[in-house]
T-cell receptor, first 115, second 111 residues
């Protein structure tokens, strides 16, 4: 069975440009999470989807970040316009159900560099 | 919110040595995971361990939930063990569940 996949693996953009990150969760996983690790700091939660609905987006840093999960399958995270401090690694994770003992499966991450 | 601490922040070992990484958390949690972020930035699930002890090869982990800590043991370390090890605790609230990560322990294994 395929795990969580993310695309691209690396992205280098200039300040002010737009970047869209994609996450494909494990098939059948209703829960999808985005996390990010800004260089040298801990990994922080960004938001949580249950199917196509945003259950919790309390971790989104500001309105330059927009996440979508149309149809409850893959998700995109758009950063527009990108700033230098957005550089880091963005991880996506998926899980089968919420509210019960489970394991989140993480993707390999997308490394974003904003110049 | 829940606070997660990890110690030590940095650890340098010679290949073949053993080590213990610690994770303390400030409140009761539903679950706990250990991750290894390798030098390529990938987060690898190591253990899903809300309580008790688990072993996988040279790695083992113990969580004592009542005392709010977890330990990750690495025996006979190898250079490929290098990277950052994260402890993450799972919290459930009205919105669902997500993880709160510790700051990580950076492990360097020297040949």
């Amino acid at each position: 069975e395929a795990g969580v996949t993310q695309f691209p693996s690396h992205s280098v953009i200039e300040k002010g440009q737009t970047v869209t990150l994609r996450c494909d969760p494990i098939s059948g996983h209703d829960n999808l999470y985005w996390y990010r690790r800004v260089m040298g700091k801990e990994i922080k939660f960004l938001l949580h989807f249950v199917k196509e609905s945003k259950q919790d987006e309390s971790g989104m840093p500001n309105n330059r970040f927009l996440a979508e999960r149309t149809g409850g399958t893959y998700s995109t995270l758009k950063v527009q316009p990108a700033e230098l401090e957005d550089s880091g690694v963005y991880f996506c994770a998926s899980s089968q159900v919420a509210g019960g003992p489970l394991t989140q499966y993480f993707g390999p991450g997308t490394r974003l560099t904003v110049l | 919110g829940i606070q997660v601490e990890q110690s030590p922040p940095d650890l340098i070992l010679q290949e073949g040595a053993n080590s213990t990484l610690r994770c303390n958390f400030s409140d009761s949690v539903n679950n706990l995971q250990w991750f290894h972020q390798n030098p390529w930035g990938q987060l690898i699930n190591l253990f899903y361990i809300p309580s008790g002890t688990k072993q996988n090869g040279r790695l083992s982990a113990t969580t004592v939930a009542t005392e709010r800590y977890s330990l990750l043991y690495i025996s006979s370390s190898q250079t490929t063990d290098s990277g950052v090890y994260f402890c993450a605790v799972e919290r459930w609230d009205n919105y669902g569940q997500n993880f709160v990560f510790g700051p990580g322990t950076r492990l360097s294994v020297l040949p």
